[in-house]
């Protein structure tokens, strides 16, 4: 069994930046396609899909909404990933997931931006945008 746990959330002002962290604890990140997604308040049932990483990190999708401004990527050694968030805005403000699945590609967006292929999931940081 594989825990993911994100980090870096905070309150920041709209036009600034926050980097969120992603790390596992049972099993490497390496063994992992790493999806973030994000939920908005007033929006309990729906994983909004922000970007994901494949298992190398050769491959790379971000939403286009935030495409752009958020940029992903992994580093395998340090057993992390990030989601780098920058021009942030007060409609990016969300709980902030990080979730692991075990196919090694982003094989299609139709499976990597559905929340329900991913296998595990970390516990969420909060991020909030000020105007």
């Known amino acids: 069994q594989v825990q993911l746990v994100e980090s870096g959330g905070g309150l920041v002002q709209a036009g600034g930046s926050l980097r969120l962290s992603c790390t596992t604890s049972?099993?490497?990140?390496?063994?992992?396609?790493i999806g973030w997604f994000r939920q908005a308040p007033g929006k309990d049932h729906e994983h909004e899909f922000v970007?994901?990483?494949?298992?190398?990190?050769?491959?790379?999708a971000i939403e286009d909404s935030v495409k752009g401004r958020f940029t992903i990527s992994r580093d395998n050694t340090k057993n992390t990933a990030w989601l780098q968030m920058n021009d942030l805005k007060p409609e990016d403000t969300a709980v902030y997931y990080c979730?692991?699945?075990?196919?090694?590609?982003?094989?299609?967006?139709?499976?990597?931006?559905?929340?329900?292929?991913?296998?595990?999931w970390g516990q969420g940081t909060q991020v909030t945008v000020a105007s």
């Open positions: 979730a692991a699945d075990r196919r090694p590609y982003l094989y299609s967006s139709d499976t990597y931006r559905r929340p329900q292929e991913y296998d595990y």
């Open positions: 970007g994901a990483i494949s298992r190398s990190g050769e491959q790379v």
């Open positions: 049972g099993r490497p990140i390496n063994n992992y396609s």
